[in-house]
């Protein structure tokens, strides 16, 4: 099972021809990923590695090969629009990969698939979604990944690979991974995240890894309090940052006293969170549960 | 990308947003001058941090002398770690209230968020902390932008005067649209001032430019180089690096926000004090990395080097090969201890074998031995 990408994905690349694209879509498919389109405007027509059709628009690789899901490589100036494009086509699941994204741009597309409905976007500036066995849809080292019942979700790509690292050697696996991105604004969140892991029968203990910045922790931690069952681990990165180097002036305004490592701990802890000290320390603790 | 407050006021200026009279200096012979011409007037000193008045860093003058002695006494200090270079004289004015209005993106609502408050002219946090029931919010429809009739109900909940709602109607939507041109992370005004006149004014004023939105502002570009005040910063950002100083000994490159935090909060824990942040971001090239390692060098505190990557985009292999040819050429005077794993991590191990660099895969012991190592163990 495991939440968001698995057997019935039908996956679109958008960026298929790209450096990043092309070279990450062939990763995808040494997986077993059930990669069936690619986008790239202009090269309609072509097929990528012999055997997956290349159209000029993601409306078109919905009509003709039925995709469902897409993943999102194209440069920052173009993210945008391409998570619009997706999102008119219809396509259900959005995950958008490129890093350096102008946020105005991720709130109008995110805006627009508000209006619209019947897209969850991930992203941007992530690593995308694993369900280690049925499908990898991103651009994390799919030899680290052990199938299993550990969930992960994370604000972070590289440290998640750290704690799949971890999880594997100490002998667990993951039902699904998902970097819900590093930017300010993101189409999903941790609760989103949370409340799909709590439905899925895969999935018996999850792993969050938060960071500072922001109050998605808190959000997350006031939801886990409330209904969510599962045994579920944290930590929280950027505890060694310096205050004012990277979260805006007024942005803490906003967040009134949320928002520090502290508060993020303090809200983790109150939820009945355990928050490890390291990441090692967080998996052996799902191991021990 | 922070821009100083003169800058901003040039761009509020442009939107038809009223601002004081005033002149930006460099010398204090210059702001005699512009004193001479402004009447009594207010000294700024410019700096990307707040707090200026308290500190003596903003003084009223009476007369062109009181100008040019206040300016020789700010010109070359140093404030928050910013050194005054640029003076704001500004015309003196008669005020009756002191508002605060923002405009930032709000991570909840993944829209523009308005921020208002009749308690302006002091340090918003101390607001927020002490009376949080006096700052108001308005998330704004990006596709949209803020309507009139949302603007007054903002004033209105503020409890800003109903005599001014016509006048910040119009600032508020004059800000908002220079936010969105601009792609702004941060457009601030505080104090939003009310004259004794009743005229509104923009007398102070914060703007912050998302960076991944540079690419389509060649019209902000000059201000990038005179926003930046630390040089290593400074020059890391010209070669568009994500480089932040932080003070200590032991410098950190890693591909990934997450990663790099992650390990300055490692060697923080195992009682180093890391010298910067370094991103090198996804699918870094060998002429990146070298680039870096070069920004890191150039503080001159860095007594090792700690190198931590988790291949997924960016392959073990290609950092190997940056680091090498990076250090190749160079004396090197530091340690540098490179922890690697992920995507083609194993070749990139065995390519630093046999250099002078030290490989480790695990990444607590590799915090360890950078400092023990920077401590010339």
């Not at chain 1, 930017?183 to 969050?208: H, N, R």
């Amino acid at each position: 099972m495991g939440i968001l990408v698995g057997k019935d994905t039908r996956l679109v690349v958008q960026g298929i021809t790209g450096r990043e694209g092309s070279s990450h879509a062939r990763q995808m498919l040494d997986y077993g990923t059930p990669l069936v389109a690619g986008v790239t405007p202009g090269r309609g027509g072509s097929t990528f590695e012999g055997k997956v059709p290349v159209f000029d628009s993601v409306a078109e690789a919905v009509e003709k090969e039925g995709v469902n899901t897409s993943i999102i490589y194209v440069p920052p100036p173009f993210a945008g629009d391409a998570i619009v494009e997706s999102a008119a086509a219809g396509i259900a699941l959005v995950i958008c990969i490129t890093e350096g994204v102008p946020v105005l741009d991720t709130s109008r597309a995110i805006k627009y698939i508000n209006e619209k409905g019947g897209t969850r976007l991930i992203g941007p500036n992530c690593p995308g979604v694993m369900t280690p066995g049925e499908a990898k849809v991103g651009i994390m080292p799919a030899s680290i990944f052990q199938r299993g019942n550990v969930g992960v979700v994370s604000r972070s790509g590289t440290l998640t690979y750290e704690v799949v690292d971890l999880v594997t050697k100490a002998g667990l696996g993951v039902s699904t991974c998902v970097g819900i991105g590093g930017d300010p604004i993101i189409g999903t969140t941790f609760v989103d995240i949370l409340k799909m892991f709590a439905d899925d029968e895969q999935t018996e203990a999850v792993l969050m890894i938060g960071e500072i910045g922001g109050t998605d922790e808190e959000t997350a931690a006031a939801y886990i309090k409330a209904e969510f069952k599962k045994p579920i681990f944290g930590f929280i990165s950027g505890r060694s940052a310096p205050p004012g180097k990277r979260m805006g002036h007024a942005g803490a305004i906003i967040s009134g006293t949320m928002g520090t490592p502290e508060a993020k701990m303090a809200a983790f802890k109150d939820a009945g969170v355990p928050v490890a000290d390291t990441l090692a320390d967080m998996v052996q603790l799902a191991k021990n549960r | 990308m922070k821009l100083y407050e003169f800058q901003a006021k040039e761009l509020f200026a442009g939107a038809g947003i009223p601002i004081p009279r005033g002149t930006m200096v460099t010398d204090a012979d210059g702001a005699a001058e512009a004193a001479r011409d402004l009447g009594r007037c207010v000294v700024k000193a410019q700096a990307h941090a707040g707090g200026r008045g308290k500190a003596g860093f903003i003084k009223l003058a009476e007369t062109p002398e009181e100008a040019k002695q206040y300016s020789a006494g700010m010109l070359g200090q140093t404030f928050k770690g910013f050194v005054i270079t640029r003076l704001l004289i500004e015309e003196a004015v008669d005020v009756a209230a002191e508002y605060y209005l923002a405009i930032t993106m709000d991570r909840a609502s993944k829209s523009p968020v308005m921020i208002c408050s009749a308690a302006g002219g002091v340090d918003i946090e101390d607001v927020s902390a002490s009376t949080p029931e006096k700052i108001v919010n308005l998330p704004v429809d990006v596709a949209f932008g803020p309507f009139d009739y949302e603007l007054r109900d903002l004033s209105e909940r503020a409890a800003l005067d109903p005599k001014a709602s016509r006048q910040f109607v119009d600032v508020a939507k004059k800000l908002y649209r220079t936010f969105v041109d601009s792609d702004a992370s941060l457009a601030e005004i505080n104090p939003l001032m009310i004259l004794k006149d009743g005229r509104m004014i923009a007398a102070d004023a914060k703007f912050d430019v998302d960076d991944n939105a540079l690419f389509r502002h060649q019209d902000l570009l000059q201000y990038k180089e005179e926003a930046e005040e630390d040089p290593i910063e400074a020059e890391a950002h010209r070669q568009d690096v994500t480089y932040v100083r932080l003070g200590g000994d032991i410098g950190i490159l890693g591909n990934g926000a997450g990663i790099v935090m992650g390990t300055l909060d490692m060697v923080t824990r195992e009682g180093g004090r890391p010298a910067n942040f370094l991103d090198i971001g996804g699918g870094a090239s060998a002429a990146k990395v070298k680039q870096s390692l070069d920004i890191i060098l150039m503080d001159p505190n860095v007594k090792g080097i700690l190198i931590n990557v988790f291949g997924g985009i960016t392959r073990g292999d290609e950092v190997a090969k940056g680091v090498i040819e990076a250090t190749s050429g160079m004396d090197l005077k530091v340690p540098i201890v490179v922890r690697m794993a992920g995507t083609r991590a194993e070749e990139g191990l065995k390519l630093l074998e046999g250099s002078k660099l030290v490989p480790e895969p695990d990444p607590i012991l590799a915090a360890r031995k950078v400092i023990a190592l920077s401590k010339g163990a």
